[in-house]
């Protein structure tokens, strides 16, 4: 059967009590917008559709940037869930397949799910739950296996308030179906909105069925404060280890392990505690990553060591066996096979050849205040420790450098280069510093 998923995310969120619209809050480094997309696209829709409204051309933007297929329509006003699938009735109005309803504040829907949404025979699909405090979830009125209709809690009688079947607000119906019934809402109620919950009682009228499909209470998290915000982020990194340690990476300490939406890691990877995956990570099979280091924007490939204590931000590729070690941050970087910065390095905008070895407190200085510059070393370089870069250069394959230098001329292959004071040693001078220093002292102690 075809399918248009409907992704409403037009609404303020005042709940959040944020400038930034609700649905780009993030959840593991993605806004809650990809989260929601990604999930629909499980079962490979026909249409995604956005509805935007508040924040529209940074909510279009984030949309567009994450699957370039997703259409998105404009709310103008936000006069409720109703209101905003209505939106989608020009872009659909050729469409006789089945439309699902999403909202963008509820992103963690499974594909089963939505699968038994698309196999479901009735002519609207609810989807409930039964959370453990249904708080202030819409309520399902049911009677026998057919639902009556959906009360709104601010609208709710004490006695529906009691019910324990929430509405999760999906929604699924064939579209010629649902936008006849859009047709017929008002707003008669206690936020004066069109509500989409409306929808199945107003089926019931027309003598239409309406069942209710339920699925597990975490799958329809709904998102409105910061505190539902945190605990969806919690709900996704427990899902996100189980997976990971399912598809066989080690996590020793997974509680520790802070995992975005996008991180993929191969199988017999080793995860030190305390280590964090910023978006845009992949990881290769058999890369260790040790405790305390924060990963971004970066690939790693096999047998690569990263850490304790390292930071890797956008850009950053190591080939394999690369040694990065503590209190090392590289960014935009290319590391070949073998190459290591062990110790307390800034490496960035820079490529190193394979097996170069960068020696402790090594600095490439990109950056003149200006413009950033890049830094080539070669092949096996031996790079001395507390080097500065000056970028640009290029230091040659097999080129060296002596510790301490500040390199601002290119080192040709083979080449040692040395840029520091010359040492000068005074035989017998310190003792007698020392001793002069001392009477000093002495004099002043006296003087007292
Ligand atoms: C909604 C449901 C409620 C359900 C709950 C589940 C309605 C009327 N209520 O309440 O029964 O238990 O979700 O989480 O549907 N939106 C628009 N345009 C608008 C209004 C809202 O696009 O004019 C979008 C919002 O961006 C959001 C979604 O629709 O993504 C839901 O809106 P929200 O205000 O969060 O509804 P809830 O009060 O949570
Ligand atoms: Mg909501």
Redesign the pocket.
Known sequence: MSVALII??????SRMNSALP??LHPIAGAPMLHHAIAAGNTIKPDHVIV?A??GADQVTASAKSFDATVQVVL?H????????TAMTRETLKDFDGLAIVL????PFISSNTLQALVQSSADVTVLGFEPVDPA???RLIMNDDQLER?V??KDATDAERAIGL????VLAAPAPILFDLIEALNTDNA?G?Y???DLPYLARTKGLNVAVVTCDAAE?L?I?SRAELAAADAHFQTATRNNMMESGVTLIAPDTVYFSLDTVIGRDAFIEPNVVFGPHVTVDSGATIRAFSHLEGCHISKGSIVGPFARLRKGTQLSEDVRIGNFVEVKNATLSTGAKVNHLSYIGDASIGEKANIGAGTITCNYDGVMKHHTKIGSHAFIGSSTMLVAPISIGDEAMTGSGSVITSDVEAGALALARARQTTKSGMARKLFQKLRSIKAKQTKGE
């Not at 006003?77 to 905003?84: K, P, V």
């Not at 929430?166 to 607000?169: I, K, L, T, V």
Request: net charge negative; aromatic share 10%.
């Open positions: 409403l995310a037009a609404g303020q969120g609700k649905v509805v409204g508040v709310q006003e936000q006069l409720g869930t109703g209101h905003a909202f963008g504040d509820t202030r979830y819409g959906i709104e809690f929430c509405n999760s607000g936020q909105e509500y989409l919950t329809t709904g409105n």
